[in-house]
């Protein structure tokens, strides 16, 4: 399988190759993978439910620093 990454992954990818915490790029996705649904990364219904609930409300910018990581 082919997979292509955007930018900032790719970015991630090389940067775990870089400090040598993976041996190649295949190890390092598996892992980041892995890792994302070990840490129950959001699912598709969830993503849906909160996009529905922001239809007819007014638009605002984010703000820096609007977003965090859940605890």
Do not use: C, W
Request: aromatic content about 6%.
């Amino acid at each position: 399988m082919t997979v292509v990454l955007n930018p900032h992954t790719e970015a991630i990818v090389a940067e775990h190759l870089k400090k040598g915490r993976y041996a190649t790029p295949d190890e390092a996705v598996n892992a980041l993978i892995a890792n994302q649904e070990a840490d129950g990364g959001l699912e598709y219904d969830q993503v849906r439910a909160e996009l529905l609930s922001t239809v007819g409300k007014p638009n605002h910018p984010y703000r820096k620093g609007q977003f965090s990581e859940a605890g």
